[in-house]
């Protein structure tokens, strides 16, 4: 799983000896632009050095869905340019958009994916992750304050 896609997370990944091929989801913890930014370049690298047919899931909060097709509208020549010049590639690249507030969020696998509503007012909606996994865990949240959301998700975690 990939936390927020902002500004050159492609070769923050790739330093980490990773890649977006390697992705099954993005999970975002608010729509500000520098947690997004390199979001289209996320689905379009996926999407072009895999050929990989499954979609890429997108977690987000409430507004993630209108953000995504936004970006999909904005790469429609490049969508289209890359299909007319790759003959095997014959479809735009799929993603899976899941729009959560709060609770369990089920992404298969055998790690437990969870989320809560943080605090970054003015900006709402706002979302942390908790990730369980053999008896461990770790939160992740963006751009926050200490609010309820985060102290319940880091009740008992590791990290």
Not at 13 to 38: E, F, K, M, N, R
């Amino acid at each position: 799983f990939l936390v927020d896609a902002g500004r050159a997370v492609l070769m923050r990944l790739g330093g980490a000896a990773s890649s977006a091929g390697q992705l099954s989801a993005v999970l975002l913890t608010h729509l500000h632009s520098d947690h997004i930014t390199d979001l289209n370049d996320v689905i379009t690298t996926r999407w072009i050095t895999t050929f990989e047919p499954s979609p890429l899931t997108i977690v987000g909060p409430i507004g993630t869905r209108t953000v995504v097709d936004h970006i999909l509208d904005s790469l429609g020549p490049d969508i289209g340019y890359r299909i007319a010049h790759h003959g095997d590639l014959d479809y735009r690249p799929p993603v899976e958009v899941i729009e959560v507030t709060e609770g369990k969020i089920d992404l298969g696998g055998q790690v437990g994916v969870s989320c809560a509503p943080t605090d970054h007012k003015p900006v709402e909606p706002s979302i942390g992750f908790r990730f369980d996994y053999d008896g461990a865990s770790v939160v992740v949240a963006g751009d926050t304050v200490p609010c309820e959301g985060l102290d319940r998700l880091c009740t008992g975690a590791q990290a």
